[in-house]
């Protein structure tokens, strides 16, 4: 299972680097923003660090102008995934990029049909939203069980990015279900870590070393 950061944020990402554990980054427009810095200077620190899959979104919605942002946005480094909304231009442009070997995480993704037709169109990765179908009153897990399932049935080579995650339980989830990455906030990351008995079992380990006569 890999496990990537879904943050724009450097000390964030230094952070759970240093933990080594990190296989890649998410950011989108969103994420860029809220760091306050130009979208180049945040792309570059990140690519600086991490050697694994980093998505970085186009704002164009026609295919020209997507494929055009792609091929100047793959030129930040060998790591550089081109994340493209799902449409129909978006899709034309995931087959023109993956044609060309430009990485690909087809994005906005929330249903199993949108699912299919991205791994159709060659996308390195998919990301369907689990926590925004949650906020609308739809089991986000449901269709990582279905998408899953129907990538295994074909035997595609899309890999799925469990994306819109918004605790640790839906972490859990996409483990079991065998989803192949998740991509997680900082705060849910620390929350993984996170077990009371621990803590208190370490409390107990250092009480119980100082009664050791020395
Ligand atoms: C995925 O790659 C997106 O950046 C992200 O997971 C969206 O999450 P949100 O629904 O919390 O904005």
């Not at 299972?1 to 990402?13: H, P, R």
């Not at 055009?68 to 995934?81: D, F, N, Q, S, V």
């Not at 899953?148 to 859990?172: C, D, G, M, W």
Request: glycine share 6%.
């Amino acid at each position: 299972m890999k496990i990537f950061i879904d943050s724009a944020d450097i000390n964030e990402i230094r952070e759970v680097h240093s933990w080594g554990i990190l296989d890649g980054v998410t950011t989108n427009p969103t994420l860029i923003a809220k760091t306050g810095k130009k979208f180049d200077t945040c792309i570059r620190e990140i690519v600086e660090l991490v050697k694994g899959p980093i998505s970085v979104e186009v704002i164009s919605s026609d295919w020209e102008g997507m494929v055009k942002e792609a091929r100047e946005l793959a030129k930040y480094g060998e790591w550089i995934t081109i994340k493209i909304p799902m449409s129909k231009d978006g899709l034309k442009a995931v087959k023109i990029l993956s044609e060309e070997k430009i990485k690909t995480n087809m994005t906005l993704v929330f249903s199993p049909n949108q699912a299919i037709l991205a791994a159709k169109a060659g996308a390195t990765f998919v990301s369907p939203f689990v926590g925004r179908l949650d906020d609308i009153s739809h089991f986000g897990m449901e269709i990582i069980s279905d998408i899953v399932q129907i990538y295994k049935n074909y035997n595609f080579k899309t890999e799925i990015i469990v994306a819109s995650v918004r605790n640790p339980l839906h972490v859990v989830t996409a483990g079991k279900l065998g989803a192949h990455i998740v991509t997680c906030p900082y705060q849910v990351l620390e929350l993984m870590i996170k077990h009371p008995l621990t803590d208190i079992g370490i409390k107990k380990f250092l009480e119980d070393y100082q009664k050791i006569p020395k």
